[in-house]
């Protein structure tokens, strides 16, 4: 059964800074990507940024572009989200997910969803 979990959610104050995990088990393939999505209430969900796991390419919205960063530790199955210079605008739930595809993961038609975690940026 394919998992994400993921964790580092919480209350940040403007400015600040947040990483954010994505622990990934159960892929029955070699390659997969994992992208970062969040949806503020109110709003459509939004991709943030995506990686492929067999060559480490990155792919960001050009909106957050130097503020977040998605990384992998292979090894941990884990694949991170920095963000710095949190904005309140920022505030969302934040998800992970996953697919065999890494252009599915671009247009955020994914296989497999986390159950998101909470990002709130006071002001």
């Known amino acids: 059964e394919v998992q994400l979990v993921e964790s580092g959610g919480g209350l940040v104050q403007a400015g600040g800074s947040l990483r954010l995990s994505c622990a990934v088990s159960g892929f029955t393939f070699d390659d997969y990507a994992i992208g970062w999505f969040r949806q503020a209430p109110g709003k459509e969900r939004e991709g943030i940024s995506c990686?492929?796991?067999?060559?480490?390419?990155?792919y960001y919205a050009d909106s957050l572009k130097g503020r977040f960063t998605i990384s992998s530790d292979n090894a941990k199955n884990t694949v991170y989200l920095q963000m710095s210079s949190l904005k309140s605008e920022d505030t969302a739930v934040y998800y992970c997910?996953?697919?065999?595809?890494?252009?599915?993961?671009?247009?955020?038609?994914?296989?497999?969803w986390g159950q998101g975690t909470q990002v709130t940026v006071s002001s």
């Open positions: 990686i492929s796991r067999s060559d480490g390419r990155t």
């Open positions: 997910a996953a697919d065999h595809s890494l252009v599915r993961v671009k247009r955020g038609v994914c296989d497999y």
